[in-house]
């Protein structure tokens, strides 16, 4: 009976340690990384095209939260994508940020960057 226990005990460590190891693998979520602009990035309206532009982000700006994002990200190509991929990634979406806590506006993935 003791070594049943053991045996038990033992298994669930084991898959504990595996899950762990698999969920340290993974990035965080987009929504969970901090981004800069890569230069000085429009602050629009809306996420739809043509948007009127409502502000500015000055260039080097650090501390940026993405809100929300369309499309949405595919959060295993963002997990387990390299730099290449964030960057295509950003690239095609536009995303409603915020800047110290305050929503700014929508700006294009193209003009941010993690940090």
């Known amino acids: 009976m003791l070594m049943r226990i053991a045996i038990f ?3 669930h460590v084991l898959f504990l340690g595996v899950a762990v190891a698999i ?3 993974q990035g965080a ?14 602050v629009m309206a809306g996420p739809e095209e ?3 532009v409502t ?3 000055a260039d080097g700006t650090e501390g940026i939260v993405l809100r929300w994002c369309r499309p949405e990200f595919p959060f295993h190509e963002w997990a387990f994508g ?3 991929m964030h960057r295509r990634l950003l690239d095609e979406r536009v995303c409603e940020v915020s800047v110290n806590g ?5 700006v294009r993935g193209s003009d941010l960057a993690p940090e």
């Open 55 to 57: 502000g500015q982000i």
């Open 23 to 25: 969920a340290a693998a």
């Open 29 to 42: 979520s987009p929504y969970d990384t901090r981004f800069e602009t890569r230069h000085d990035a429009a």
């Open 9 to 11: 005990v033992l298994a």
């Open 82 to 84: 390299g730099r290449d």
């Open 50 to 52: 043509g948007s009127a």
């Open 102 to 106: 305050q929503v700014a506006g929508f």
